[in-house]
């Protein structure tokens, strides 16, 4: 028998030998004129917190899945694996950002695009949406004659970039026009306004491309809009313009499964069908199963698990998720606290323009229910760097109730176990702290009443 060890090993040996070893990419840099603690590295199926020094200096070695186009804290970089990149971000004045390491030819190129963005279309989107539709095509087509005039005469390292970024020039005229008819009917307040029949039509006809969508943080936006809208436009056309989640959802779901790039199959579940996850949701159970057959990334599926667990923890009757937050009059308040009352819960931020807009809604509700058995608590999820700004905010605006600053915003446990990821969120509990509702209706919604008025309150 001894005669077969030698072999084995050695070809054990061999194996270890060839093996590739990891491409580890270090990006490093700092920042001016941030005020955040991180900065966040976003691509497709990549999302990663870089802590900032005390200096607002960064170093970090990542494992990168793929070449492509990322987003650091809102600028276009492009990394490769095995490839260091260093870059100095000056969030107000850009053009003093700088590059060094590797990649420094497509990484000047895409912030002078930048730069050459603002130049174009103005940094004020209420303004560019705003204008008339000759002008607003003729911006854009403008941007899109600069951005080639920039590409043809940069000269790059990576082979294929070229090619790659002339196809992201067109992806990012097509997301603008892509946009104009909403924005522009939202942003001059003309609900029914319709670009006429010569505007120009999309050039995009593939979206499904894995490699563009690696490459380009644009063509990744536009596929995602779009997925939204034909979603939106083909249940208007089914059923009109009430809404039905099941019917919604089904439609969406038809669509998703019907992408075959991966990690574009998986973009769309994170953006667009994980939201249906959640309390208020009559498709939980569908949604969740569709994805679990249909999403490739394992990770995203544990998280979708998590999600879908906590969701299952959220039915009414079961006991609610607990608090003990710093109280705008002094001291801290806990849910234990309230306890004989019922308890209608909002969740908000003092930089979150729904939560605003319903804030005399729920004054109005407040009065109607004033001396009843109903305490009105209202958390604040600002970060801890803007906790001034909310208690200005709350004593400017005179606002009601119980008003409470959550210990660490939407990392707070509470937040996180109610599996909120949007804001206004409301939540009505019993009198024995138990759950009502995780999804209560909104203030302005006239079936919140009748929610409270089920319950005899």
């Not at 992806?171 to 029914?192: G, M, N, P, V, W």
């Not at 779009?226 to 089914?238: G, P, R, S, V, W």
């Not at 009843?372 to 200005?392: A, C, G, T, Y």
């Not at 660490?408 to 009505?428: M, S």
Request: net charge negative; proline share 3%; charged share 30%.
């Amino acid at each position: 028998m001894k005669r077969f060890i030698i072999p084995v090993l050695g070809c054990a040996l061999l194996a270890s030998c060839t093996e590739k070893t990891p491409e580890y990419t270090i990006l490093s840099g700092k920042v001016s004129n941030y005020d955040y603690e991180e900065i966040i590295l976003i691509g497709d199926g990549f999302e990663k917190e870089i802590p900032l020094n005390a200096d607002k200096s960064f170093n970090d070695t990542l494992m990168l899945a793929h070449n492509g186009g990322y987003t650091l804290a809102r600028t276009d970089i492009y990394l490769q694996k095995g490839k260091n990149l260093n870059i100095e971000l000056d969030f107000e004045n850009p053009e003093q950002s700088k590059i060094s390491g590797d990649l420094i030819a497509e990484n000047n190129y895409l912030l002078s695009k930048f730069k050459l963005s603002e130049d174009v279309l103005g940094e004020d989107v209420y303004e560019l949406y705003k204008l008339e539709e000759q002008d607003f095509v003729a911006k854009v087509n403008e941007l899109s004659t600069k951005q080639k005039e920039l590409l043809d005469k940069t000269t790059f390292s990576v082979e294929g970039f070229k090619v790659l970024e002339k196809k992201n020039i067109a992806y990012e005229a097509d997301f603008l026009l892509s946009r104009y008819q909403e924005y522009h009917a939202f942003f001059t307040k003309q609900i029914d306004f319709k670009v006429s029949e010569s505007f120009p039509k999309l050039n995009t006809t593939d979206f499904d491309n894995a490699e563009d969508f690696r490459f380009s943080r644009i063509y990744r936006d536009l596929v995602k809009e779009l997925f939204e809208k034909n979603n939106n436009d083909a249940y208007q056309q089914q059923f009109g313009n009430k809404h039905d989640e099941e019917k919604y959802v089904d439609i969406a779901l038809d669509n998703f499964k019907k992408i075959k790039s991966d990690n574009v199959r998986n973009a769309i579940a994170k953006r667009h069908l994980e939201f249906h996850i959640s309390p208020g949701s009559t498709v939980t159970e569908k949604v969740y199963s569709e994805l679990m057959a249909n999403v490739s990334d394992s990770k995203m599926k544990e998280k979708f698990t998590e999600k879908y667990n906590k969701v299952k923890a959220l039915q009414k009757g079961n006991p609610s998720p607990t608090f003990n937050f710093e109280n705008h009059k002094g001291g801290k308040t806990a849910l234990a606290d309230l306890k004989g009352k019922f308890v209608y819960i909002d969740v908000w931020a003092t930089w979150c323009g729904p939560c605003i807009e319903e804030i005399p809604h729920l004054k109005e509700i407040e009065k109607k229910y004033h001396g009843k058995n109903i305490e009105f608590v209202s958390i604040s999820v600002d970060n801890k760097k803007n906790h001034e700004k909310w208690r200005n905010f709350v004593t400017e605006k005179e606002l009601v109730g119980i008003q409470l600053f959550a210990d660490n915003a939407w990392e707070t446990d509470f937040v996180k176990d109610y599996a909120i990821t949007g804001i206004p969120q409301f939540i009505l509990l019993d009198t024995e702290g138990n759950i009502i509702s995780a999804d209560a209706p909104r203030p302005s919604d006239p079936e919140l009443i009748e929610l409270l008025t089920e319950n005899g309150i």
